[in-house]
């Protein structure tokens, strides 16, 4: 328990007392057989950790907090956090940062002021909000970024963005990505160099995807309360509710479905239909356990501060964890793709004149001995330019081609280039000459 | 912090960096512009900017449904591949229930379509190519194994020329057991 006199301590940032890190300390004064050779053991890699280092962490809730306190407690001292949500009474038993009196607050507030009062000197800045409301400049400027989020959306974001932000002329540029994740007793952790190694787009198929059963298994021969309810959101919300979208954070729909559920599964004789299961179907709500969360956190930061110190290898590259049946863990380097959409795929400056169409454009794309694309589709991020399919868009987008490339794309402008002989896609930046 | 640059440098594929076109974006105009279709399926893009909106035509040129023109939507979300896009048939436009029956055992009255891999069998590696070839091949093959619309499956089960029979009716608008269908024939 945290005294009152820690308490008191809040925010003064030089109180690093007598001793405070002499464990950590044993790992950073010294070299070990298997450390870096670029390590520097002592002063120099402790002000690194201690007051430059900042570290990003994506996630207020249970895998968040536990990285929060492991991030203070292991010396980090410049911690940001984000997350979207407010607290909500069923995340007490495991998101140990909060307290009943906190239900409705916004985890990331919630959390950095309880880890700077719990942690002297250590400071947490909070952003209540999403990922994607930050812009590049943002995330620049961290050194390490730990993610431990539950969407799938939210880590190709991330992902993607962090990919796209390694700059060749800048060294900073390239952020470590730390990322965990847990289904009950399974998990997982990794490290993500971005453009070196394995992204996390990259391994998108290895994903358990979310349990779906057969439509008409649903609407005709239900035999597990799951089958009710995605019979009622499936299939009877539309019917009912029309165009009206359904809204799993509002009770009113929940409600609704699980009034729907209970009596399909009462003419099934089928048990076990129940407010919370209803909720937990319809937003695909895992059931998460501690101490899952507990070990992937605790592998997540032994990888940051080991990356930020160089005091040990770090994780090559996929931690795998499964507790279902006994104990079993993994680990294995998984490999990037060439044709991962993010990372993958070719990127090239080209320079054209002023004055070619974008008929020339392709034609030279179509002869250019390196690339020898057949059949190029050409789009910016905002705009189709050409497109060889379907018929109409081909149509729509014929026009195009007699006009000049530099009326479509502004100098330094992207173009992103798909076609079936290429991996995936090809990036051209233009500069016009 | 690690010296992950000097690795980089050995890197041949040097970084360079990306435009900002999300990675379903890429996706979805990759899928759509290698889609290879033979002349029995359309697609119509009611805007043609937006890629993730759009419907399909099947006008199968063989089987029990042939000569009938069946519209699917199709709406793809930012989290595709890893999500499948959603599938509906429609038989105009409109939204409404009403306008959009047809007697299929794996279609519901409300267009709800029994595809596996529209759900349980959907995997990132399968394109929109796939999905559209699977819901052509549901005219060829109607399968009463898996049921949406039970009476039909029924009827293909037990007695398929009568099942035949009801197909070539409900699709000139007829009326089978008090369900009025759409007409979906063209010529
Ligand atoms: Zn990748």
New binding site residues.
Partial sequence: MATAEVLTNGNSTLCDWHDRYYHVDQILDRPGPRTDPSFMAGDGVKEFLRNQCKILVIGAGGLGCEILANLALSGFKDIHVIDMDTIDISNLNRQFLFRPKDVGQPKAIVAAEYIMKRVPGVKVSPYYGKIQDKDDAYYMQFNLVICGLDSVEARRWI?ATL?NLVDPENPESLKPLIDGGTEGFKGQARVILPTVS??????LDMLNKPTAFPICTIANTPRLPEHCIEWASVLEWPRVQGDKKMDTDDPEHINWLYTVASARAKEFKIEGVTWSLTQGVVKNIIPAIASTNAIIAASCCNEAFKIATSSAAYLNNYFMLIGTDGVYSYTFEHE??DD?????GESLDISVPRTWTVERLIEMLVEKQDIQIKKPSLSTASSQIYFQAPPQLEEATRPNLEKQVFDLVPDGGEITVTASTLPFSLFLRITYS | MIKIWSMKKNEDAAAKRKPKTSAAQIRVQKDLTELDLPPTMKTHFPDPADLLNFTLTITPDEGMYKGGAFTFSFVINTNYPHEPPKVKCTQTHLLHALDRKIYHPNVDLEGNVCLNILREDWKPVLNLNSVMVGLQYLFLEPNADDPLNKEAAEELRKNRDQFVYNVRQSMRGGNIKGVQYNKVTVQ
């Fill in positions: 992902n990919v394995s992204c996390y787009e990259c391994s990037k793709r991962c959409p993010v990372c993958g």
